[in-house]
């Protein structure tokens, strides 16, 4: 599987700031993709968020100032890199209008 990995810089903002939007807003935001379902467990303790489904497997994490997106993709999911990237970005606009 082609690996995905990409650091999102959120200045001014804490880590626990960080993984609380993260773990408050990842169902809403993977339920509006095309994924199919998908299991998602949360780690407070490490302040991320895991996630498995036949597209990818992934993990958020969120550290000081920046959010962490490792993922696994399917061949099927490797081509939408680009969207992903995109969806990444209006979500962190979105959530912290940054």
Excluded: C, H
């Amino acid at each position: 599987m082609p690996s995905y990995k990409k650091d999102v810089k959120i200045p001014g903002k804490s880590a626990d700031e960080i993984y609380e939007k993260i773990q408050g807003g990842i169902e809403r935001f993977l339920s509006k993709t095309p994924i199919g379902k998908f299991d998602l467990s949360k780690d407070a303790k490490n302040r991320a968020v895991e996630v498995k489904s036949a597209m990818f497997n992934g993990t958020l994490s969120a550290r000081e100032g920046v959010m962490v997106v490792e993922a696994q993709l399917s061949f099927l999911a490797a081509p939408f890199k680009g969207k992903l990237d995109e969806g990444i970005e209006k979500w962190v606009s979105k959530t912290f209008g940054a």
